[in-house]
């Protein structure tokens, strides 16, 4: 465990030494997708992100609880309490159960999240199985005074909370002007008849549903389902308890649904929920941030196919990883062919470098004269990887320093260093650091050539020639190889093809 790791505290707006508050335990929850579509790039940044601070977590030595969920219900396609539910409108739209459409959404996120090797969480709990707790703590909410009943719904008291707690201390804003900016708002609404909420900002705990809503429950109000900040609020809760150590998002998540996870908690509990609130910034395309609403997503399988307009080639899965590391995950990121053809060649340097790292060993018969200044330099490299780290998870830094690394590595293939001259010790550290940096902590791993049949079909076309030239010894020899991956030739009178051995 470290002393040293720093974390950007959105709560503080400062970066404050990481303290758990039961080590080695750590709490860490993360807002999963909403699963009404397929996961797009910018969904995959953060989850990413959230990725390397797990991985890294583990590293120092934590035992990480890591509870990431599901939204499958609550989530109104207005993000406030206006519109439908997101699933509910989908399954309309393609007239199927709307646990279809969970379903269907939910593989799509596990894959591409395989696909990109991130770790799956500790426990991943959906919000429809979690209904009972979110009504309990509805329940508290009431009873503490600060939720109410109006026409079937349950609502959060925002100004009546503002009074004894602090509203907006999250996002910096400020009630007042909230209210101020939604005035007009509420004078149209009054003037339909639709005001339920006392308060334009209060937020819906629980929805009273139409008899037609697809998705409802019986409750102490009549039939609903819960609003969608309730849901982060309960399963949090149950599983890591009423504070915990970590908990992340995008930034867009910060306000209102983090801010409404803040009151809800302190509302029940008088406790803040969490001691460290982290955002990861936005994937954008030229400019604009990536969202499905915007129409402007890229999702991964067109990316590994480079099949959008906005592609010049296909990009791999490990290329998109590479890319996301390349920047700081409080920074914005803007994808680019560029950027993504750069991320190829970085990533193929660093696999190259594992390769080569994992071949070489250290020599038995060693006569150490030993070269302090090497040792020096690879010692002060290996610490500016953990800067990086610890400099809330400063990916980018640490690759930079990855990078150094690796120009050791190579001067100690092609001898430029004998590995006689940095020790045992050193040279085992050098290694070990290396591998563990890009595997474990970056999670990086050698991806298999995308095209396996064009290597057999290369290999064919040898054989073809080798054959014509009666060359039968070098015949043989592609014969075998052929067959230890699994491939037999079938060298026919009218024709030479391979197939799978059977
Ligand atoms: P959603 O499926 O909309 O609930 O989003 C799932 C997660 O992806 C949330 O944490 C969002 O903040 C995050 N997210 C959505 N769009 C982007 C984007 N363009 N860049 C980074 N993260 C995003
Ligand atoms: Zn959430």
Not at 324 to 353: E, F, P
Request: hydrophobic share 35%; proline share 3%.
């Amino acid at each position: 465990m470290s002393e040293s790791l720093k974390i950007y505290n959105t709560l503080t707006r400062e970066k404050e030494i990481f303290k758990p508050l039961a080590p080695p335990h750590v709490g860490l929850y993360v807002c999963g997708p909403t699963v009404y579509g397929y996961v797009h790039l910018g969904n995959c940044r953060t989850f990413t992100s959230f990725d390397i601070v797990y991985r890294y977590l583990n590293h120092l030595g934590y035992k990480v609880r890591y509870v990431r969920n599901i939204t499958d219900v609550g989530h109104l396609t207005g993000d406030t309490d206006d519109g439908e539910d997101k699933i509910a409108k989908k399954a309309r739209l393609e007239n199927l159960e709307p646990m279809e459409i969970v379903q269907r959404y939910t593989v799509d996120f596990h894959t591409v999240m395989k696909k990109l090797n991130n770790f799956e969480p500790s426990i991943e709990p959906t919000a429809t199985g979690h209904l009972l707790e979110q009504m309990a703590l509805v329940k508290e909410i009431i009873a503490e005074g600060f939720g109410y009943e109006s026409n079937g719904s349950v609502y959060f008291d925002v100004k009546k909370y503002n009074e004894k707690y602090q509203y907006g201390k999250l996002s910096g804003r400020v009630l007042e002007e909230l209210l101020a900016s939604t005035e007009r708002e509420n004078l149209r609404r009054e003037l339909q008849g639709q005001e339920e909420k006392r308060s334009q900002e209060d937020f819906a705990l629980w929805k009273k549903a139409e008899p037609q809503h697809i998705m409802q429950w019986e409750s102490p109000w009549g039939m609903g389902f819960p609003g969608w900040h309730l849901e982060c609020s309960a399963m949090s809760t149950k599983y890591l308890g009423k504070k915990f150590d970590i908990h992340g998002g995008g930034l867009d998540l910060k306000f209102p649904h983090h801010e409404c996870e803040i009151a809800q908690s302190v509302g029940s509990t008088g406790e803040e929920p969490a001691n460290y609130w982290m955002h990861a910034n936005m994937l954008t395309i030229n400019g604009q941030k990536m969202s499905k609403s915007l129409n402007n997503s890229i999702l991964p399988v067109e990316l590994f196919a480079g099949k959008h307009p906005l592609l010049e080639e296909a990009y791999s899965p490990m290329t998109l990883r590479f890319c996301m590391l390349q920047t700081h995950y409080r920074s914005t990121m803007d994808l680019s062919n560029d950027s993504l053809k750069a991320s190829r060649k970085g990533y193929k340097k660093v696999i190259n470098g594992l390769r080569i790292a994992k071949q070489l060993v250290y020599p038995e018969t060693a006569e150490n004269q030993i070269d302090s200044k090497q040792i020096e330099q690879i010692d002060l490299i290996i610490s500016q990887l953990y800067e990086g780290m610890n400099d809330d998870f400063n990916t980018a830094k640490t690759l930079a320093a990855l990078f150094e690394l690796l120009k050791k590595i190579n001067s100690l293939e092609s001898g430029q260093i004998q590995a006689e001259n940095l020790g045992k010790e050193c040279f085992d550290n050098l290694i070990k650091t290396y591998i563990v940096f890009v595997e474990e902590i970056l999670g990086l791993f050698e991806e298999e050539p995308a095209d396996q049949k064009r290597l057999v079909e290369s290999l064919m076309q040898i054989y073809k020639e080798a054959k014509q030239h009666k060359n039968y010894s070098q015949v043989d020899q592609i014969r075998a190889n052929l067959k230890n991956l699994g491939i037999v030739v079938k060298d026919m009178k009218h024709k030479i093809d391979w197939a799978y051995e059977e």
